[in-house]
């Protein structure tokens, strides 16, 4: 089947290592960054944290991020083709406002990790069963026309709010943070040898994987700033982040990113 020049390629980058590795830097400085606003700027966690629910600062996290990534979504479904800068700092916006989001949902709403987590795979798998639905594939290879772009950020915004919370409730267990980042990385390596030696549906695979690159973010990103008797490094959140972001940068400048191919139902 031919394709026009406008749809050859999707309006995201092509599945490579390089990509997976970006994803996991930028789900872990969403954790850094927006813990670094919540808690560390809007004092959330400490003594002095507002009581009244309009200050709350995961609730004011959530909007500064929010909308920040609102308006780069517009601009990734405004342009005409892939741009990894304006990708990426959409993908970092979406996981530090997920961050954010799951923290209001799990502490300030008291619906705990439990009951946040099952709330949000909830939402993600309504969001992949509606695009699934309306455009009839989940494929990034659909990801070139403004409906399977407004699904693709609506589901990768709930993959991230559920990633944060689910990281958190295992590494709130026995686990701990190292204990719970070599679970979620054991269960990417599975992912990733189902995908190189088995037949499973690869869209499938690329989502199980994608959602699951959040928690392992999250967790590491905790146990990178989280207090000694919490079993975190307690680095500083902003230098941190700073790190991570200095990290992301260099990645997207020496990793040459190509966009995906288009309309290809079985391409990840």
């Known amino acids: 089947m031919s394709h026009s020049p406008h749809d050859a390629l999707a309006k995201v980058p092509a599945v490579t290592l390089g990509f997976w590795v970006i994803k996991i830097l930028a789900t872990t400085f969403g954790e850094t960054a927006g813990d670094s606003v919540s808690m560390t700027w809007l004092g ?10 309009w200050l709350n600062g995961y609730l004011i996290g959530t909007a500064i991020f929010g909308l920040t990534l609102a308006v780069l979504v517009f601009l990734q479904i405004r342009a005409r083709r892939f741009n990894p800068w304006l990708y990426w700092a959409a993908i ?4 530090t406002a997920g961050t954010t989001m799951a923290d209001f949902v799990t502490r300030s709403m008291g619906i705990g990790y439990p009951g946040g987590s099952l709330l949000l795979l909830g ?10 639905l309306s455009l ?10 403004p409906r399977a772009e407004l699904f693709y950020w609506v589901t990768i915004t709930f993959s991230q709010t559920l990633g ?3 990281g958190d409730w295992i590494a ?3 686990l ?3 204990g719970s980042a070599a679970i979620f990385g054991g269960v990417l390596a599975l ?3 189902a995908y190189f030696r088995t037949s499973l549906d690869r869209v499938a695979l690329f989502w199980a994987a994608f959602i699951l690159t959040r928690p392992l973010g999250a967790v590491v990103g905790d146990f990178l700033d989280k207090p000694h008797a919490k079993g975190g490094l307690e680095l500083s959140r902003p230098l941190a982040s700073l790190v991570l972001g200095l990290a992301i940068v260099a990645l997207i400048l020496f990793l040459r990113q190509r966009a995906a191919p288009a309309a290809l139902s079985t391409e990840v």
């Open 44 to 53: 959330e966690t400490t003594a002095n944290a507002p009581t009244s629910f």
């Open 92 to 95: 970092i916006a979406s996981t």
């Open 123 to 132: 939402l993600v798998l309504a969001s992949l069963l509606v695009w699934r």
């Open 136 to 145: 009839g594939t989940v494929s990034i290879s659909s990801v070139h026309e």
């Open 164 to 166: 944060t919370a689910l």
């Open 172 to 174: 709130d267990g026995p």
């Open 176 to 178: 701990g943070y190292l």
């Open 191 to 193: 992912i990733a040898l």
